[in-house]
């Protein structure tokens, strides 16, 4: 498959994503900054899932940069990814609007899950695809701290930790992205900036 198409229609989702997160920031009613901060609780969940695309982008723009080839199976995981990304306007919606309620927070939770698995999957995928041809491109994959984040034993306890925890302080689910995010965005692999 065309590579490059295959960034362009991810690229073009992943902004359509992001617009349609900044749309549902609702204009305050009052021309007063009073006003504007009582919106708090989204611009707050807005900010950590925007943080979420561009640290997701990054990471895959890297890992596209890196394989010679997509293939069927590479297309197929890497829409599956998208679909996850493309249902964080709803989870952010509504995580924003009730940061201290449950369920939307638990609904936020899972899509960040569903994100991560469908991430590493991806990364998985990509890793397969070059191993025969081209190991030391799987091998650099293998190495990607936002791959081997979600591969980590200590990432899975914690998030079980963090499960529990939702139900006693909902906000936990966001400060627990904010976290793995900043982890993944300040971790990248040494080449990430030098690739063409």
Known sequence: ?????????????????????????????EPTFTALASNWSYLVAYLISFLFVGVAWYNHHYMFALTKRVTKRIYWVNNLWILVMAMLPVSTAWAGRFITAVQPELFYFIIFTLWALAYAALSHTVMAVNLARDPEIAQKIRCMPAYRIHASVWFWLVWLVVLGLIFVWPPISLAFT???????????PADSDRLF
């Open 1 to 29: 498959m065309n590579k490059g198409r295959v960034e362009a229609f991810t690229d073009a989702v992943v902004a359509i994503v992001l617009t349609i997160m900044v749309l549902e920031f609702k204009t305050p009613d």
């Open 178 to 188: 904010l976290a793995e995010l900043l982890l993944m965005a300040i971790r990248t």
